[in-house]
């Protein structure tokens, strides 16, 4: 499957944050489906392919993830260092976007694999400019390992 159709997998529990992120997806013109769960067991549950996420073709091994720090339960933190000691997701693409700016979470979270940190825009604006940037960066000239 091609990384055009591959979805992202988004990692956030505020219903505020994942209605601007699905706006700010279309006002980028991403073809690539945005998949959204509210906390970090589900985030897991989704990529090892378990409980309602086992179906894979209905719900494919994402072509990167967007990860929020600050979930109820397993941590953002947690749920990345999970996900760096499974062998099969090691080199998933992982882009923290949190509305966090301590300087240790940042460190911890490229200690744990984080390929980006980002702040998370406050405006939605700067938001879909953000999105625009991923779907340049990210989608546009970066290869990814296949699924």
Not at 57 to 70: Q, T
Not at 86 to 97: K, S
Request: charged fraction near 20%.
């Amino acid at each position: 499957m091609a990384h055009e159709k591959r979805p992202i997998l988004a990692v956030e529990d505020n219903d505020d944050d994942q209605f601007l992120l699905r706006e700010a997806w279309k006002a980028a013109g991403i073809s690539n489906p945005l998949t959204i769960v509210e906390n970090g067991e589900q985030a897991c549950e989704y990529l090892r392919g378990a409980g309602p996420y086992a179906d894979r073709d209905a719900y494919p091994l994402p072509a990167l993830v967007l990860l929020d720090i600050k979930l109820p339960g397993m941590s953002g933190l947690e749920t990345l260092a999970w996900l760096r000691a499974q062998d099969n997701l090691r080199t998933l693409p992982v882009i923290i976007l949190t509305a966090s700016t301590w300087p240790e979470e940042v460190a911890e979270a490229y200690t744990h694999g984080a390929s980006s940190f980002v702040i998370k825009p406050s405006a939605a604006q700067e938001l879909t400019d953000f999105v625009a940037a991923l779907k340049n960066y990210w989608l546009r000239f970066n290869e990814f390992t296949p699924p």
